[in-house]
């Protein structure tokens, strides 16, 4: 195996979305104040993408900022053959996890929320989407910078156990469902984000970066803000 | 798949349990000769209604004894049970903590939803303690049960539904063949809480008769709640030959967020990744411990899984959610454990609960326990919500 690569890099956040090919775009105004605050529910598919909106639509918030950071990436999976995909990994890292749809299950118990109220549902989203059936991992870290998601997915492709590795950190605790609940201490200490790394072998991507282990967070903002066409 | 030949091999040194049956490894090794049950009827408020709910549910006496032994435990049951099993764990593989200083002693915990039972009185205004409070974050959990078992090297958290426990395995044996730890305690917690309940009830999971995996006429599973604790270590530490972790893999299906693939196929590649990553072939394994949650998608997808790895010639399998229902996060660590016991038992474990078995189960389906010479190799699989599966191998050393 060939040292590993960044492919392709997403962020969203309060500073805005976009990708390693894109930079950084600002949000909509009429969207950017709450997203300040910390207020997520108005973030939408349609920001991200033209495709079908109706699975996101019953997501809860940690798999919409999942799903909108991996569809960022426009890594174009859907082009990919069968048998790659299924050798492309997720490795999701989080702090927050799934508490802003365990309060509001703890609130209202509705079925519908129930598959969300787990920090790994994210991964399942993700890979129905894009058809992935690599190896899996959904780590919960004190730290909110997603320091352990791209070691651990180095790992796997350093012993073989996948050819590619979508790693996400993902904070999508709504500020006020959480000090509503009397939770504010739950918050991540650096507020919300998402970002996602898509790593494997050096093949001469045009895209392609060295890939050193470290927080995605800062990776992935780093990426964004100085986008691979600008260089 | 690459070999690396200068890590260490990973064995498992002592474990522990906090289960519907009692405290400790020995109360599930008596339950599985005969199949024994922890399965019991309490009666519960789910939502607003009052209904009676059969599951593995750890006892008032249990309990009791718990909290006796551990007085400032502050409040958070998670972590009472987790810590319990900790000590037992270490207590179990004898002087070897002994020799390994805390910074070489990591600690990886697997839960899904942690003390999520403080969530339930917060939102209800209920009074709860700061520690209880603090437990509902699964990251604080591990760390405080890493510094309860005086684990000063790497701590992690895995939380991915019904396979964490197998994942949480997975990863204490990276942390030591990566050489940041020469032992790591892996803790599987999880509560049996109003919130979980509702959740399963709402989606029509659970079996009123309670579970009974690959029966004909099964239609629900049984949740359980409870701890387990296995301590790993680098096989050159142990004395004595013991049981290795020897292969290991996960898939995603790809297909829908809470219900299998119909076809098996994304539990059949974590088994090839496994069965690979141990350097195995199928026909070595000689008893599979299934998922077997005794809902009906569940169980027909894995036996179309096993099926399709082991031809005709599936080796025995069995269930172990009639024993102790299903831990949710504790489960793939509780059911490793029950492997274990298998194989010092020399003992293939029967499907407790099973009535009248599903026609469509491979025929190595094991209804009762028996003895079996030879039992040297073990696949332990789980699977769970959004698609998740995870396969084990754990093998005996000969000596």
Redesign the interface.
């Known amino acids: ?1 060939n040292p590993p690569a960044i492919l392709a890099a997403s962020y969203l956040g309060p500073e805005g979305h976009g990708n390693d090919l894109t930079g950084l775009r600002a949000w909509p105004a009429s969207l950017n104040e709450a997203l300040q605050r910390g207020e997520l529910d108005g973030l939408h598919w349609s920001l991200v993408s033209d495709s079908d909106p109706s699975r996101f639509a019953r997501m809860d918030l940690m798999c919409r900022l999942g799903l909108m950071a991996a569809e960022l990436l426009d890594a174009g999976f859907d082009a990919m053959p069968e048998a790659r995909r ?1 050798r492309i990994g ?1 490795c999701v890292e989080t ?1 927050a ?1 799934s ?1 802003d749809t ?2 509001r ?3 209202t ?3 519908s929320i ?2 969300y ?5 994210v ?3 993700i ?2 989407r ?13 730290d909110a910078a997603g320091n ?1 998601a791209a070691v ?1 997915a180095a ?1 796997w492709l ?4 996948a050819g590619a590795c979508l790693c996400l950190s993902c904070e999508a605790l709504d500020r006020k469902t959480a000090v509503a ?3 504010p ?2 918050l991540p200490p650096d507020g919300w984000h998402a970002c996602a790394l898509l790593i494997g072998g050096r093949e001469g991507a045009p895209r392609e970066r060295p890939f050193a282990a470290g927080s995605l967070v800062e990776i992935c903002r780093k990426l964004c803000s100085k986008p691979k066409r600008a260089c | 798949m690459d070999v690396a030949v200068n890590e260490p091999a990973v064995a498992i040194a002592g474990c522990g349990a906090i289960t519907a049956l009692g405290i400790g490894i020995e109360p599930l090794q008596r339950a599985l000769p005969a199949g024994t049950s922890g399965l019991r009827n309490r009666e519960c408020t789910v939502g607003k209604t009052r209904q009676a709910i059969i599951a593995g549910w750890v006892t008032g006496e249990t309990l009791d004894q718990l909290r006796a032994s551990d007085p400032g435990h502050a409040g958070s049951r998670a972590f009472l049970f987790a810590r319990a099993a900790l000590k037992q764990a270490g207590q179990n593989a004898g002087n070897l903590l002994d020799s390994v200083p805390p910074s070489k002693r990591g600690l990886v915990l697997s839960t899904t939803k942690a003390g999520i039972d403080a969530l339930e009185k917060l939102v209800r205004h209920l009074p709860c303690s700061p520690m209880a409070q603090r437990h509902i974050q699964p990251a604080w959990l591990a760390a405080d049960l890493a510094v309860a078992c005086a684990a000063g090297g790497p701590v992690q958290c895995v939380s991915a539904a019904c396979i964490s426990g197998l994942l949480a395995i997975q990863q204490g044996v990276a942390l030591i063949r990566r050489n940041l730890a020469d032992v790591v305690f892996v803790a599987g917690v999880d509560l049996i809480s109003d919130f979980v309940l509702a959740g399963f009830v709402s989606l029509k999971s659970l079996d009123p008769e309670g579970c009974r995996p690959f029966d004909k006429a099964r239609i629900g599973l049984s949740l359980g709640e409870g701890a387990g604790a296995i301590l790993l270590a680098r096989c050159d530490l142990l004395p004595s030959p013991s049981v290795r972790v020897s292969g290991w893999g996960t898939s995603n299906d790809a297909n829908h967020l809470t219900g299998p693939s119909r076809d098996g196929s994304g539990l059949v590649l974590a088994i090839f990744r496994a069965l690979a990553r141990a350097g195995v072939a199928p026909d070595s394994i000689d008893y599979i411990n299934a998922h077997g949650t005794g809902t009906p998608y569940n169980d027909n997808m894995e036996a179309l899984a096993l099926r399709a790895v082991f031809g005709r010639r599936v080796p025995p399998f069995s269930s172990s959610k009639g024993m102790l229902g299903h831990t949710l996060g504790a489960a793939g660590i509780l059911e490793t454990i029950l492997c274990l016991a298998a194989m010092q038992a020399q003992l293939l474990p029967g499907t407790p609960r099973l009535r009248e078995r599903d026609p469509a189960a491979p025929e190595s389906l094991l209804d009762h326990s028996r003895p079996a010479s030879g039992l040297r190799r073990i696949l332990k699989i789980n699977c769970g919500f959004g698609g998740t599966n995870g396969a084990l191998v754990l093998e005996r050393e000969l000596p």
């Not at chain 1, 109220?117 to 549902?121: A, C, E, G, N, V």
């Not at chain 1, 894009?130 to 004190?142: D, E, H, I, N």
């Not at chain 1, 350093?158 to 156990?161: I, N, S, V």
């Open positions: 195996m299924e997720v702090f996890g508490l365990d309060i299950f703890a609130q118990p509705r079925p129930f598959a109220t787990l920090p790994s549902t991964i399942g989203e890979c129905i894009y058809r992935l059936k690599g190896p899996v991992l959904c780590l919960v870290s004190a352990n651990e790992e350093k012993l073989g156990d609940a009397g939770l201490g739950h």
